[in-house]
């Protein structure tokens, strides 16, 4: 079944834990993005990559890192995790049909809460 | 700057009540419209990409259209299973991510 993967599904954590959430997508697709959704704020992109080694910033990316090493993998790490980051992150991915971003295919998500 | 804004926030409706949901968008050359449901506890789930004004697209109760400045999701004869978040998306001039507008709620009651 073609699917983007995330885990942990929930995390409770404290300020200042580092910690990373996975994400694996087995379509093959080259264009990978995290995004976190906040009530009254929407989905809000925070990092995305074009392909392999190629990452950019979104438009929320303070305390957040990524790397793309491998095609199917896209992790999103905090290293000083604060209570403001506090949200349900989603993973997605697309093809390339269109160059970039297009019809994304979204993982369930990720609820993390920083005490 | 690319934009998108939802109408209304929420939206309650009796089974078998049709309605409508608003899109409206701004964006330099669009380059593509995305309809997504959302389930609690769930990632948005795509239901339908339009690229031109006057395109139309239908599955089962729910057709999207598209004019040059807004889109509307129609959900005719709704039942209780159509209740989510709707969520709308376009994609932005550079091609590296698509912004949403923060969604309808739609319940439908029986």
């Known amino acids: 079944e073609a699917q983007v993967t995330q885990n942990p599904r929930y995390l409770i954590t404290v300020t200042g834990k580092k910690l990373t959430v996975t994400c694996s997508q087995n379509?093959?697709?080259?264009?990978m993005s995290w995004y976190r959704q906040d009530p009254g704020l929407g989905l809000r992109q925070i990092y995305y990559?074009?392909?392999?080694?190629?990452?950019d910033k979104g438009d929320v990316p303070e305390g957040y890192k990524v790397s793309r090493k491998e095609k199917r993998n896209f992790p999103l790490i905090l290293e000083s995790p604060s209570p403001n980051q506090t949200s349900l992150y989603f993973c997605?991915?697309?093809?390339?049909?269109?160059?970039?971003?297009?019809?994304?295919?979204f993982g369930a998500g990720s609820r993390l809460t920083v005490l | 700057e690319d934009q998108v804004t939802q109408s209304p926030e929420a939206l309650r409706l009796q089974e078998g009540e049709s309605s409508s949901l608003n899109c409206s968008y701004t964006?330099?050359?669009?380059?593509?419209l995305f309809w997504y449901r959302q389930d609690p506890g769930k990632g948005p789930e795509f239901l339908f990409t339009?690229?031109?004004a006057g395109e139309e697209k239908e599955k089962e109760r729910l057709k999207a259209t598209l004019t040059k400045k807004e889109s509307f999701l129609h959900i005719t004869a709704p039942k209780p299973e159509d209740s989510a978040t709707y969520l709308c998306?376009?994609?932005?001039?550079?091609?590296?991510?698509?912004?949403f507008g923060k969604g309808t709620t739609l319940s439908v009651s029986s």
């Open positions: 997605a991915s697309s093809g390339t049909g269109a160059g970039g971003a297009n019809v994304l295919t």
């Open positions: 379509m093959n697709h080259e264009y």
């Open positions: 990559s074009m392909n392999v080694e190629v990452t």
């Open positions: 964006v330099s050359g669009l380059r593509g």
């Open positions: 339009l690229y031109s």
């Open positions: 998306a376009v994609r932005n001039q550079a091609g590296t991510a698509l912004i």
